[in-house]
């Protein structure tokens, strides 16, 4: 069974920074990609950022040059440093692994989601 476990979110006023932290775990054969989404309340949930293996990374036009995703060693853990928060940055934050599991197709797996709030 794959799990994907997220840390790091809370409360932080504008312009401050927050780190992202997600370790998958499991019976991983294969991950393709690993990203981070987010969901806003009454919003649809939506893509952040993400970094395909072997690939460039992808990133939301609202967080370009404030957020950076890596995921060193291309492993099972990938983080989303997020610079320069605004209050529109908050929403609970989804990890997302496009990945394959012993004896399963492949598939997307989800975390249960981290808190992110930008308020003052």
């Known amino acids: 069974q794959v799990q994907l476990v997220e840390s790091g979110g809370g409360l932080v006023q504008p312009g401050g920074s927050l780190r992202l932290s997600c370790a998958a775990s499991?019976?991983?054969?294969?991950?393709?990609?690993m990203g981070w989404y987010r969901q806003a309340p009454g919003k649809q949930r939506e893509l952040v950022a993400a970094?395909?293996?072997?690939?460039?990374?992808n990133y939301a036009d609202s967080v370009k040059g404030r957020f950076t995703i890596s995921r060193p060693g291309a492993k099972n853990v990938v983080y989303l440093q997020m610079n320069s928060l605004k209050p529109e940055d908050t929403a609970v934050y989804y990890c997302n692994a496009d990945l394959k599991a012993w004896g399963k197709e492949r598939m997307d797996y989800w975390g249960k989601g981290t808190l992110v709030t930008v308020s003052s």
């Open positions: 499991g019976s991983i054969l294969s991950i393709h990609a």
């Open positions: 970094v395909p293996s072997g690939g460039s990374t």
